[in-house]
């Protein structure tokens, strides 16, 4: 059966996992969100079968996939799922909103499935990289939970994961006051002088928001907060407040620059 994975990534653990969907599933495509065009008419995926796969943000999901799937149209799917990938907090409040965001979009076509993986937490304002032991064996469960996903898939499983009370009152309290700045929410943004003008910035970030100005990066205020640019940074030069400089930098170890970069075909 075909399949097109649609994906958003800050640093590589969404695409990691859309990837190895595509890798266990066969005749797949993964497309990154950021790639779809900006003024959304409904699209329509040709393929049978479609998977979402995100990071969790605030419990919540990404502004722009939470935007982009309001206008997916996946009335004509056979079989439609979604992962989300989570640092701590769980996955189920996202899922469930996307199932929403789709039910009350443009195809009126929810999720059959959907799957949480814990990953490596990214979200530097708040916290340091895992150490290397925890990391090793957070992604290597990852991938056998990838695997289990990809077979659930498969077999058609409909599945949701349990409504978890805590996850729904952090969504609740926190995730409308992220949604209101997250676009500007880069004026904290700062680059010090470790920063070579090597323009990795500019390439990762999924939506845009970075502009060189004289080889080093501006913000445009149409942050996604996805962290690519702090974390990816060869340098360590782009802090977001006075902690993240002490902290070490992540990226799924398996995801190049160049597949950050790439808003093709991922
Ligand atoms: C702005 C932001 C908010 C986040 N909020 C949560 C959260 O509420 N719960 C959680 O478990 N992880 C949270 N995380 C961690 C990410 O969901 C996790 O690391 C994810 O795998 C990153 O995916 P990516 O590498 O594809 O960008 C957050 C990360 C960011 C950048």
Redesign the pocket.
């Known amino acids: 059966m075909e399949t097109t994975i649609y994906y958003f990534?800050?640093?590589?653990?969404?695409?990691a996992v859309a990837r190895g969907l595509c890798e266990h599933l066969g005749d797949c495509r993964a497309v990154p969100i950021a790639s779809l065009p900006d003024e959304l008419g409904p699209v329509r995926p040709a393929a049978e079968r479609v998977g979402i796969v995100s990071?969790?943000?605030?419990?919540g999901l990404p502004s722009i996939v939470a935007e982009v799937a309001a206008s997916l149209d996946l009335s004509g799917a056979q079989y439609v799922f979604a992962a989300c990938?989570?640092?701590?907090?769980?996955a189920a409040p996202s899922l469930r909103q996307l199932d929403r965001v789709l039910q009350e979009g443009a195809g009126r076509r929810g999720l059959d499935a959907g799957f949480a993986v814990r990953?490596?937490?990214?979200?530097i304002r708040l916290y340091d990289r895992l150490g290397d032991r925890a990391l090793e064996r957070t992604l290597a469960s990852a991938a056998r939970r990838v695997a289990a996903i990809a077979e659930a898939v498969d077999r058609g499983e409909r599945t949701m994961p349990r409504f978890s009370p805590a996850g729904s009152l952090?969504h609740r309290l926190y995730y409308p006051r992220?949604i209101a700045r997250v676009h500007r929410a880069d004026e904290e943004f700062t680059v010090d002088d470790r920063c070579t003008r090597c323009g990795t910035c500019e390439k990762v970030c999924p939506v845009g928001n970075v502009r060189l100005e004289d080889g080093r990066p501006t913000w445009l205020h149409r942050c996604e907060?996805?962290?690519a640019c702090i974390q990816v940074c060869p340098t360590g030069a782009i802090q977001a407040g006075p902690k993240t400089a002490a902290r070490r930098r992540y990226r799924?170890p398996e995801v190049t620059v160049e597949a950050l970069a790439d808003r093709d075909s991922g």
Not at 9 to 15: A, K, P
Not at 119 to 123: F, Q, S, T
């Open positions: 990534t800050g640093t590589g653990n969404s695409l990071p969790v943000y605030f419990s990938t989570f640092g701590g907090s769980g990953m490596p937490g990214n979200y952090f992220f907060q996805c962290m799924h």
